[in-house]
Every structure is written in structure tokens, then in C-alpha cells.
């Protein structure tokens, strides 16, 4: 999964595609994966990140990541 | 740093003053061209009637004369102006009617022997993107264009819907569109848009999307200088943009690139797309010269009414190159306050 290349984000947490004018408010753990994402992690460590970081069971984190990851791909966000 | 005093100063005149809830590009144009480091200007208006905003934004408009309008030909618009270069020596015109370009480009000759200078499309590029000739054109370059039918009579309308389905875009000759969901509906646009513009009125079949459009400028020789696409973001009933945002895509610039290259065209242009779920983008519209929202393009780094401006006194101008993505213009209606006094000088002497 990559988000596409020309996607800008900003510190009051908005998600902006250039390609097609939408912003997206995203809330501060969104934000966080976003940026990462920009970064090119890979999936797999972006995960182990917010496991550590965050108090959540792995089987939440799978679910809001699909979540996630379906909103990324409905918004045109991703290559 | 130049100062202004060392730039060249040009007495530019410009149409479409009414800046209204359906604005006029002039007064775009000239915050446009007022904002160019190459030269200062002296503005004047050129408008059709008294109550056009820009003839009262005297910090925009330096004099405003009235002229008479499109249907009363050449000859009467050439007496007019002849009058009007007698007392300003105007270097450029810079029309921004649809209505009014054919006048213009006949009388670019005489207007070029008085000294004022046009860039304008030539009449066979004007009537390739008419509305009525849309089609064929797009057939031709492989541009996707919906498909549409001429209505010349009332009892037309029917088989267009029909033919078509509904919803169905009915559109003026020259402005003005409604989407119509019925029959009646279609026939009441065919007949409020046959008295606002005459006939043929267009019918066109409806594409859902969304709706983008693309400031340009080629230079008459097949090469775009500047491309700026925006997506429209709030749309008013009229159909205009009332916000909007520059998008970055190069398939936008292409097919720009693509449309100078064809016709060579000459001046300020719009194309209106529309871009469809399936990723497809329809061209609906090709406006022959600068839209009402052209300031953007200079808010992006791309001053598109500047660069005419310097094509038009000869100079070589290089393609503009990048632009601001994700600058945005939100319209506003804002209260302008005049004396009567200003109203009755306008109405009875045509100037102001």
C-alpha cells in the first residue's frame, strides 16, 4: 500500500489531494499514519510503531487499519 | 527591486465589467494585469450598460466609455472606438465577451492602422469550438465531447429528449445552461434561452462528474504558454464558480497542450470539462478568451491576461513553467456605494 506520491499534509491534520482539490480532516492518529505513510514505511512496521506506542490490541489495530486503508482508497489517496 | 516609474506604461481598454452573480471577466482581467512587474496600465472600461460594476471601481478603472452592443456591427463599434482612441490612445483591447469577438477580430485591421493592438483567436478558430461545432471538433482531435443536438424549433425539444434522455443540458447560444429533468422543464429553458440569445438552442446529453476547468493562453503558433486547471468547489444556480482550487494533473496541462496544438490558437481560452466517475474527462464548453476567475491564474504564479499583454506588443514570451497548487478563490458580493451623479453621467453621456 502507498499513498500517492503528491498527497500534502498539513499540521492542523487536513489531507490534501492535489489532483483532485479534496481536503480530508483527519483526526490525530490518521494524521500520524498518513505521515508515515509519506515516509514509505511498510506496512508491517508502521503497525509495530503504533502497537508500541499505543495501548490497543492487535486485532483492534488490524480492524481500524482496514478501516483506514478503506477510506484512504475511497478518497483516491493511494497509487 | 524595479520601481514603477522605470516600467513601461500601456492605456489598455477592457469589456465585461460586470462583475454580477454571472460575471463578466473584466474586471479579473484587469486586477491581473495591474499586478504584472513588467509594466503599469492605464485602464479604460469598455461596457455595454450602466449599472456594470467595474465602471464604478475607479481604483481598478481609470475612464469607462459605453459601446454600443454586438448586434449593431462593426461599423458602429469601429465609429465608437475611433472616438474613443481620438481621446486615449489606447495601445491594446482586450475584448472578454463571447458575443463581442467576431466585431473585434473583423476590425483588427483598422484597429491595428489607428495603433491599437488585439490578440485575438481568427474567425475559422472561433467557429471550431462554437458550441453547435463542438462535437466534430472533438471527433477530430480525440477529445471526448457529449453528444448534442441543435434546437431551431419548439417541437424539437420532445425528440432531443428523447434521443438524448433525461436529465438534459439545455444551453444558450452563446451563455446560459439548465439541466432539465423533464420535458417541460427542457422546453421552458428552450424558450427563456432562445429569447436570451436566439437560436440554435443546444441540447446536450447530461454527464455526471465533476466539474473542471482550465485557464490558457497560446500564442498562435500551436504553443500553450500557460495552463492553470481549477476545480470548481462551490457552484452557484447559475452554474459559475463561486470557489475554486488549482489542481495539480498532468493529464489537465495535456489536454490544453493538446487543444492549442490543433487550432494554434490565439489569445485567452477556457476549456469546461467534466470529469466523470470513470476517470474520463468530457469537454463541454471551449470558451474563446479569459474566464471570469482568470485572477487565479496570476495568484498561482501564472499571469495569464499579463503574458497576452506582451504576446500582443510582439514580445517573445516563454511558456510559463509550474503554478501554485491548492490556491484557492472564494468570490464575494460586496456592497460598492456610488452617487447618483456617477449613474446619470454613464447613462446620458456613455462616459465615465
Known sequence: MRLKKNIATSETGFVFNPATGDSFAANGLAAEIVELLKQDLPEAAIKAHLLARYEVEPTRLEKDWDDLVAQLHSHNLLD | ?352
Open chain 2, 1 to 352: 527591486m524595479t520601481s514603477t516609474s522605470s516600467l513601461p506604461r500601456y492605456t489598455i481598454a477592457v469589456s465585461a465589467l460586470n462583475a454580477t452573480d454571472s460575471p463578466g471577466p473584466g474586471v479579473a482581467v484587469i486586477r491581473a494585469l495591474r499586478e504584472s512587474p513588467d509594466f503599469t496600465v492605464r485602464i479604460i472600461g469598455l461596457s455595454y450598460e450602466a449599472l456594470e460594476p467595474g465602471i464604478y471601481l475607479h481604483e481598478l478603472v481609470d475612464k469607462t466609455y459605453q459601446i454600443p452592443y454586438p448586434g449593431a456591427g462593426p461599423a458602429a463599434l469601429l465609429e465608437r472606438l475611433i472616438y474613443i482612441q481620438e481621446r486615449e490612445a489606447l495601445d491594446l483591447i482586450i475584448p472578454n465577451f463571447d458575443a463581442e469577438l467576431p466585431n473585434f477580430i473583423r476590425l483588427a485591421p483598422q484597429l491595428a492602422e489607428l495603433g491599437i493592438r488585439t490578440f485575438l483567436p481568427t474567425l475559422a478558430q472561433l467557429e471550431v469550438r462554437d458550441k453547435r461545432q463542438l462535437r466534430a471538433f472533438g471527433e477530430t482531435h480525440g477529445l471526448l465531447v457529449p453528444t448534442g443536438l441543435l434546437l431551431h424549433r419548439a417541437d424539437e425539444v420532445a425528440k432531443a429528449g428523447a434521443a438524448l434522455g433525461y436529465p438534459v443540458v439545455v444551453k444558450g447560444k452563446f451563455y446560459d445552461a439548465v439541466v432539465a429533468h423533464t420535458l417541460e422543464q427542457a422546453q421552458k429553458a428552450f424558450h427563456q434561452l432562445q429569447a436570451a440569445w436566439g437560436l440554435p438552442v443546444i441540447a446536450q446529453q447530461f454527464v455526471q462528474g465533476r466539474e473542471i476547468n482550465i485557464a490558457g493562453l497560446g500564442d498562435g503558433t500551436g504553443q500553450l504558454i500557460s495552463a492553470v486547471p481549477m476545480r470548481k468547489l462551490y457552484i452557484t444556480d447559475k452554474g459559475k464558480a463561486w470557489a475554486g482550487i488549482t489542481l495539480e494533473d498532468p493529464a489537465l496541462l495535456e489536454l490544453a497542450r493538446q487543444f492549442v496544438a490543433a487550432t494554434k490558437w490565439r489569445g485567452g481560452f477556457e476549456l469546461e470539462l467534466m470529469r466523470a466517475p470513470t476517470d474520463e474527462l468530457y469537454c463541454m464548453e471551449i470558451n474563446p478568451r479569459f474566464p471570469a476567475w482568470v485572477y487565479l491564474t496570476a495568484a498561482a504564479g501564472q499571469n495569464q491576461p499579463a503574458a497576452l499583454v506582451r504576446l500582443a506588443l510582439g514580445e517573445v514570451v516563454a511558456p510559463f513553467e509550474g503554478y501554485a497548487v491548492g490556491r484557492m478563490f472564494i468570490r464575494y458580493a460586496w456592497d460598492l456605494i456610488t452617487d447618483n451623479t456617477e449613474f446619470h453621467q454613464i447613462s446620458a453621456f456613455g462616459e465615465l
